[in-house]
């Protein structure tokens, strides 16, 4: 398994993003998705997960803003952010588990991305 993000860059505070992730290695049937963040001296922070039906959850602090989706055959997750403010400028990361649910909890999840870099300049 393999997860590899793309799309990432420096965005204006207010603009818009979206960021990928290619899978690769399995059919993802029965795997849930998400996408998570670190800002630097922070702790990792779940945002936005997936589970094999397509049922979503979202941190509080993306709800509204941020839009996690896969295209039909899974081979690809996107995240798409809105409205960027300064605190979402963090190293994003994809992860995958094989599991039913989409706990927004970055100790479920197996695999990982390497990350991709999101600067959000007020």
């Known amino acids: 398994v393999q997860l590899v993000e793309s799309g990432g860059g420096s965005v204006q505070a207010g603009g818009s993003l979206r960021i990928s992730c290619a899978a690769y290695g399995t059919n993802w049937v029965g795997w849930c998705m998400g996408w998570f963040r670190q800002a630097p001296g922070k702790e990792r922070e779940e945002i936005a997960t997936?589970?094999?039906?397509?049922?979503?959850n979202y941190a509080d602090s993306v709800k509204g803003r941020f839009t996690i989706s896969q295209d039909n055959r899974k081979v690809n997750l996107y995240l798409q952010m809105n409205d960027l403010r300064s605190e979402d400028t963090a190293m994003y990361y994809c992860?995958?588990?094989?599991?039913?649910?989409?706990?927004?909890?970055?100790?479920?999840?197996?695999?990982w991305g390497p990350g991709i870099q999101v600067t959000v300049s007020s």
């Open positions: 997936i589970d094999g039906l397509g049922n979503t």
């Open positions: 992860a995958a588990a094989l599991r039913g649910g989409a706990p927004l909890d970055d100790s479920q999840y197996d695999y």
